[in-house]
């Protein structure tokens, strides 16, 4: 296993970020002397095509917990974590049918001004105070501190925090440029981490072929692990038994078998791409067609980027099982960086850069998040009503750089554990506690008219309620077994009920307090949104690009349940 970099590698890294700062000047100098409102700053209002929309949407969604995380759940439990990605493609398909029309047709710009228009304000300003929390502490902070205890790994172990420092200047950088800047630098940055990553499982599936003596020949490669590793390519995971060894419970709690797909996949997902401004925000400075088909495109590569973030994981599992990956120690968040060891000097640097970029993409996709939910939505409504365009794109910066550094603040340590929770795990489970409740009302929102806003409130709150309940007391006050979720052994001597099941239980129980509440309104209440059902209609070119979405699905499941 080779280690360190040399010259190459490092004129490799630097001519990435030399690349994407200049790229990122000159799209911002190109519109230097216009007038720059601030829909155009948060949204770049109509200046995004299709191809940036759907390119911007995976660079910011690939980030350290899909190369870091990801890969080491697939190190852990193979290829069935590659369900985040693909139900994902699924989910961009109604997000882009039956989502996009809503938010366009009545001007959305951000999800707590869709929760004011449809209920009220104060269920707007709870869920934007939640959402800033969440981006801040939870995704800026654990992208931060995986993708920088990555690449200090691969350059000797000194430098985690001039790495994180330089991250957190670079994502400022490009999102203080506005959406626009984002979008099209986040072109660039999808390009490189596809390139470096398929590179990057290229060589790990060589290694393996070589390792296992078969020569240096990719398809060999991945038959290897296939065969040295069977377990690591199934879909599906069967509900334990009482003679099931606690490692392979742990491996059931992350990915619960078929019940993942009837419950927690779906909210995760739809809650993801249909309701995060980190996501949707792309899309709504376009028209219909356009972010429909960036949408969609999108779709198209979450469905190979399990090759590039997941197989690698897998390659260090059997590289390790066999004996090549000592100093690995079973430590799955080392994974993918175990495995970059292996690159050649000049494509390790490569790797690195594709690594940065999915970092940096995903930090200034973050933070200009963080910018347009506080100004827009806080700012804008609580503490100057009549802030002008330039007042607001100024606040917004300063939003931007605040929230990066309160996440750098948190990362320096490690206060939050993120290391020691796991971290593609630590990011689905903290995110998935506001998710049920957040997702069941938008769903009653845009297509139940009898909602109310007490309803609202009652499922923004008694969502996180419940999710907390059932992943942390349930067990406990209830009883292991019930009716209706099984708890298991955790091996930390207590028991716990897979957090995607957790997050179906959550949702499904709020939208019954929901319906409750919404009962003694009247059958239309007058905030509705209006539906045209012609809204709805797909044009030809969307069509296809939902047929081919459905068709990988199936055939990797027909391949691998």
């Known amino acids: 296993m080779k280690s360190g970099l040399i010259h190459i590698d490092y004129i490799i890294i630097v001519a990435y970020f030399l690349l994407i700062t200049f ?6 100098r190109k519109r230097k002397n216009k007038d720059l409102s601030s829909h155009d700053y948060f949204l770049a209002e ?5 191809w940036a929309i759907g390119a911007s949407i995976i660079a910011s969604n690939i980030s350290a917990e899909q190369f870091i995380g990801m890969s080491g759940d697939g190190f852990f439990v193979g290829i069935a974590v590659g369900v985040y990605e693909w139900v994902g493609a699924l989910g961009l398909i109604i997000i882009a049918v039956w989502f996009l029309p809503i938010y366009l047709k009545n001007k959305i710009f951000t999800m707590p001004q869709f929760l004011k228009r449809r209920f009220n304000g104060t269920v707007a300003l709870i869920m934007a105070i939640f959402w800033l929390m969440l981006y801040v502490f939870v995704n800026i902070t654990s992208i931060l501190y995986l993708g920088a205890l990555a690449v200090n790994t691969l350059v000797g172990g000194q430098s985690l925090h001039l790495i994180m420092v330089i991250f957190a ?37 060589q290694v393996v072929s070589e390792k296992f003596g078969l020569g240096k020949d990719v398809f060999a490669g991945f038959k290897a692990m296939m065969d040295a590793a069977p377990q690591h390519f199934h879909l599906i995971y069967s509900k334990p038994t009482a003679s099931s060894s606690q490692h392979y419970i742990d491996q059931y709690l992350i990915v619960p078998g078929i019940l993942m797909y009837i419950a927690g996949q779906w909210i995760v997902n739809l809650e993801y791409f249909g309701t995060n401004q980190y996501i949707t925000q792309r899309a709504l400075g376009a028209n219909l067609k356009t972010a429909r088909t960036g949408l969609m495109f999108a779709g198209i590569l979450k469905m190979f980027t399990p090759i590039v973030v997941m197989l690698p994981g897998i390659a260090a599992y059997v590289l390790y099982q066999k004996g090549f990956l000592p100093d690995l120690g079973g430590h799955k968040d080392h994974a993918y960086s175990a495995v970059l060891g292996f690159l050649p000097n000049g494509l390790k640097g490569l790797s690195i850069a594709a690594l940065s970029a999915a970092i940096i993409a995903s930090l200034a996709g973050k933070a200009n998040s963080i910018s347009t939910i506080y100004t827009l939505d806080i700012y804008k409504n609580y503490f100057h009503k009549e802030a002008t365009d330039k ?14 550094a309160i996440g750098l603040f948190f990362t320096w340590d490690d206060i939050l554990g993120i290391g020691g929770a796991g971290g593609f795990t630590f990011i689905q489970k903290y995110t998935g506690f506001i998710s049920p409740g957040v997702l069941a009302v938008f769903l009653l929102g845009m297509f139940w008219k009898r909602t109310n806003g007490l309803a609202s409130i009652v499922g923004i709150v008694g969502g996180f309620v419940l999710c907390v309940f059932f992943n942390e007391f349930a067990p406990a006050m ?19 009920i897979p957090f995607l099941i957790c997050m179906g239980l959550a949702f499904g129980f709020t939208v019954v307090l929901m319906v409750i509440c919404s ?38 499941y027909a391949k691998f349940w």
């Open 46 to 50: 109509g200046s995004l095509t299709w």
């Open 519 to 556: 009962m003694f309104s009247p059958k239309v209440n007058p905030k509705a949104f209006v539906i045209d059902r012609k809204m709805y209609k797909v044009e030809p070119s969307v069509l296809v690009l939902i047929v081919v979405i459905m068709m990988l699905f199936a055939a990797l």
């Open 391 to 404: 007042k607001m794109v100024w606040i917004g910066r300063i939003a931007v750089v605040i929230s990066m």
């Open 23 to 28: 790229y990122g000047l000159w799209i911002y």
């Open 169 to 205: 200047i670079c994502s400022v950088l490009i999102a203080l440029g506005g959406m626009k800047v984002i979008g099209y630098t986040d072109a660039i940055q999808v390009a490189m981490l596809l390139i470096g990553g398929l590179a990057t499982t290229y060589f790990a599936l």
């Open 478 to 496: 209830l009883g292991n077994n019930t009716w209706f979720y099984t708890a298991y052994p955790n091996g930390h001597g207590g028991y716990e």
